[in-house]
C-alpha cells in the first residue's frame, strides 16, 4: 500500500508542479495529503465525466 501511496503522491505532484510551478510540497516517500487526495478525486471525476460526455456524443446513447 506505501508503494501506491508514493506513486500516487509523485503523480499529483506533477499534477500541481504544471498547475503551480512553485508549488513544491511533495517529496518523494511522503504520502499524499488530504488535498492532493481531493485534488486527484476532482481530476479523476472530471475525466469520467468527459469521457461520458464523448460517448452519449459519438453513439448518440444520451
Do not use: C, Q, Y
Not at 36 to 41: E, H, K, Q, S, V
Amino acid at each position: 500500500m506505501k508503494r501506491l501511496e508514493r506513486t500516487i503522491g509523485r503523480w499529483l505532484g506533477h499534477v500541481r508542479k504544471s498547475l503551480n510551478p512553485r508549488f513544491d510540497l511533495l517529496k518523494t516517500g511522503k504520502p499524499p495529503r488530504a488535498s492532493d487526495t481531493i485534488l486527484g478525486m476532482t481530476l479523476a471525476m472530471l475525466a469520467v465525466v468527459l469521457f461520458a460526455w464523448l460517448l452519449s456524443r459519438l453513439f448518440g446513447l444520451g
